[in-house]
C-alpha cells in the first residue's frame, strides 16, 4: 500500500518530474498526430490508387491485349465458386498516346494514356462515375456531350468556318448535278473524359483569397486530337475528339494522365476489334481475393493473362508508403527514448534526493523489492500521465489540424500545405485506435525502462547508508 | 524492569571500509538487554553507539559475533526476515526524526503498517490502521496536527510523531538513536519522559542511545561504549555483561529522584 501512496505523492509534489511528464507528453502527442496524417495520406492514397483499379484485374502482358473478353467473362460467370464472388466485371483497353489541343491559340501536345471502357460496366466495377465532374454523368455515365458543351462546340467549329456549308448557288445545268450536301448537323467527333489535371492547371499567382484557382485549358465541347499506335506494326493514327467531362479522382497520376473513351471506339481506331488488355472484376467481399485470384489463375492457366488484386498491381507503392510510415516511427519513437534519457537523468536524481526517505523506509520493514516497486511505478505513473496527456492533446490537434494549419499560415504568411501538390481540399487525417494504444504502450514501456536503473540502485542502497546520507 | 534475556549479543565486530582503510568501530561488544528493560547506550561521538544500535536493530549485520532475540539468532537472517522483524517488532526513532516529508503526520504514523499490507488488504483493514494512528498521535499530544506535513512541525511534534510511528507496529523492541540529540532541553525531557511512560506502561523494552548522560539517568541501565568496547570490564558483572548502574560513573552527577510528576509528559 505505502509503494502505491508514495508513487502517488512523489507524482504530485516532484515537480522535476513534470518534466518527464512533458517530454513523454509531447513525443506521445508528435507520434499520434504524424502517424493519423501519415495514415491519412496513406488511406487517401490507397483510396486512390484503389480508385481505377477493380478489386482483381486480369491483364494481357502487353498492349496488344487478348481476344474474346466476352467468352472469358462467361467463364468466370459460369464457374461455381467465381460466380459467387464477382460482383460486377468489365472490359478495358489501355494504350499510350499523345493528346494535342490549342489554349489561347497556342498548340499544346502531352502524353497521356487512353483507356477504352464501356461506361456503364465500368461504373457497375466502381471507382469510375463517382469520380466525373459534371454530376449527371454520377448516375449514367456517358460520353455524349451535354447541351452547354455542344453548343460551345458548334460554335468553335462555326468560327473556324468549318462544317456549316454556306448558302447554295444556283444549280449549273451543264454540268453534272454536284453530290448529295453534307448533312446539315455537323459531324460530331466522339466524346472523351480527359484527367481533371490534363484539363486545369493551379494559377499560382492567383489572389490567396480565390477558392478555386484551377485554370482550364480545355473546356467540355473543346476538341482534341489524339495519336496512338494502331495494330501489331505500331502505325500511327489519329483522330479528332471532344472532351465532354472530367475525372476528378485527386490522385495526380491518374487525373494527369487518364483520357477515357469507349471501348468500340478505340478498338476501331487501333484496329483491333475484339481485343482488349484487361478484365476488370469488383468482388462482393474483398477478404476473398486471394481465393478468387488463385482459381482465376487456375482458370486461365494456359492463356498469356497476369490476375492479381489492385494491391499485388501497385505492390511497390503500397510497400513504399509501409516502409515510409514504418521508418518514420522508428525517428519518431527515438523523440520518446529521448525522453527516456530524460526520465533516467531526473529519476536518478530523485533516487539521490530521496537517498534518506529510503532508508527511513528500509528502516521500517520496507524490503527492496517493495522500494524498486516505489520507483518503477513512478515511472510507470509519469508514463501513464505523459502518455495520457499526450494522447489527448495528439487527438485533439489532429481533429482540429486544419484549423490550426490555417493559424499558422496566417501567422506566418507560409502556405503549410500546398493543396495543388495532393489535390487535397484539405489535410486528411485517420486515427488509428490501435496505433495511439501501441503509442502509449510504448511510452510507457520506455519510461517504465528507463527508470529501472534508478530503482534498482534506489533498491540496493544500504538503509544505514541511507539513513546516514547527507 | 528486567524479566528474561531479551536480547543479547557477543563479541560483536564492525569495520567500516572505505577504499583501503579499515575503521573498527565495534570490537567485541558483549551485551544484553531484558523483556521489559530500558536501557541506555551512552558514549562520545564515534565510540560506535549508532553502530551497535544499528546491528542489534538488523538495520545493518556484524562482521563477527552473533544477536540473539528471543533466543533466535537473527544476525544471519535472510533480507526478508530482516524487514520483517524491522516492520513487526521493532520501532525507530531517529535523531533527526526521519520522517517522510511528502506524506502528512498521520501518513507518516501509518506508514509501517502500510509496508505490512498489500492494497487489498489496506482497503479492509485501513480505516482500523487508521483509528490507531489517530490513537497514537492523540496519546503523544498530537491529536492537532495530524493532517500537517513535517516541515509544518516543530522539532518535538516532529520526533513525536516519529515515536507514534515506531509505535503502531506495537513493537516488543524499540530503538531510539539520540532521540533528544536535536532537541532543545526542555523539549528532549518530555520525549524521555514519553519513552519513560511507555516501557513503564506499556512494557515496551526500549534500548535509547544517547551521548546526553542525564538523559540516561533517567533509565534502568546504562551501557558505556568507549572506542568500541563496552568500557566496564565483563567479570565486574558476571550477572549482565557490560552494564554498569548509573551510580557507578564516576562523571555522572548525583542521582537524582524524579519526582513522579516530572517522569508524565503533559497529557498522556
Sequence with gaps: MYKLLLCWKYLRTRYLAMVCIVSVMLGVATLIVVNSVMGGFSTKLKERLHGLLSDVVLEAYDYDGFTDAPSKMALIRNDPFLSNEVEAMTATLEIFAMLQFNFREVPFTRP?????????????????????????????????????????????????????????????????????????????????????????????????????KDVRTLEPGDEVVITTVSGAKMSPVFDRFVVSDYFKSEMSEYDSNYVFMPIEHLQKLRTMEDRVTSIQIKLKDYNKAPKVVARLRELFANAPLEVQTWEQKQGAVLAAIRVEKGILNILLFLIIAVAGFGILAIFSMIVVEKTRDIGILKALGASNGGILTIFIGYGFLLGLVGAGLGTIIGLEITVHINDIEKLIANVTGQDIFPRDVYYFDKIPTDINLFSVFLVNLGSIGIAVLFSILPALRASMLHPVRALRYE | MAGNTFMYAQNLHKIYRKNAISTPVLKGVDMEVAEGEFLSVVGASGSGKSTLMHLLGSLDKPDVGEIYYREKRIDNLSADKRDHLRNHDFGFIFQFYHLLPE??????????????????????????????????????????????????????????????????????????????????????????????????????????????????????????????????????????????????????????????????PAGI
Design chain 1, 112 to 212: 497521356v494514356r487512353i483507356i477504352g471502357i464501356e461506361p456503364e460496366g465500368r461504373k457497375a466495377v466502381g471507382g469510375f462515375a463517382e469520380h466525373l465532374v459534371n454530376p449527371k454523368n454520377h448516375e449514367n455515365p456517358t460520353f455524349n456531350l451535354d447541351e452547354n458543351a455542344r453548343e460551345r462546340f458548334i460554335i468553335r467549329r462555326a468560327s473556324r468556318g468549318i462544317d456549316f456549308p454556306g448558302p447554295r448557288e444556283a444549280p449549273n445545268l451543264n454540268e453534272p448535278p454536284p453530290p448529295d450536301p453534307p448533312p446539315s448537323k455537323p459531324h460530331e467527333p466522339q466524346g472523351v473524359i480527359l484527367g481533371y489535371a490534363i484539363a486545369h492547371y493551379r494559377d499560382r499567382n492567383a489572389p490567396a483569397d480565390l477558392v478555386n
Design chain 2, 103 to 264: 506524506l502528512t503526520a498521520l501518513e507518516n504514523v501509518m506508514i509501517p503498517l502500510m509496508i505490512r499490507s498489500s492494497v487489498f488488504s489496506w482497503l479492509g483493514n485501513g480505516s482500523v490502521a487508521r483509528k490507531r494512528a489517530i490513537t497514537l498521535m492523540e496519546k503523544v499530544g498530537l491529536g492537532h496536527r495530524m493532517h500537517h506535513l513535517p516541515k509544518e512541525l516543530s522539532g518535538g511534534e516532529m520526533q513525536r510523531t516519529a515515536i507514534a510511528r515506531a509505535l503502531i507496529g506495537n513493537p516488543a523492541l524499540l530503538f531510539a538513536d539520540e532521540p533528544t540529540g536535536n532537541l532543545d532541553e526542555d523539549t528532549g525531557r518530555e520525549i524521555v519522559q514519553l519513552l519513560r511512560e511507555l516501557n513503564e506502561i506499556d512494557n515496551v523494552t526500549i534500548i535509547m542511545v544517547t551521548h546526553n548522560l542525564e538523559i540516561a539517568r533517567g533509565t534502568h541501565r546504562i551501557i558505556k561504549l568507549v572506542a568500541g568496547h563496552v568500557e566496564v570490564p565483563l567479570q565486574q558483572h558476571p550477572e549482565a555483561f557490560g552494564v554498569v548502574r548509573p551510580e557507578s560513573f564516576d562523571n555522572l552527577p548525583e542521582d537524582e529522584n524524579h519526582p513522579d510528576e516530572t517522569r508524565r
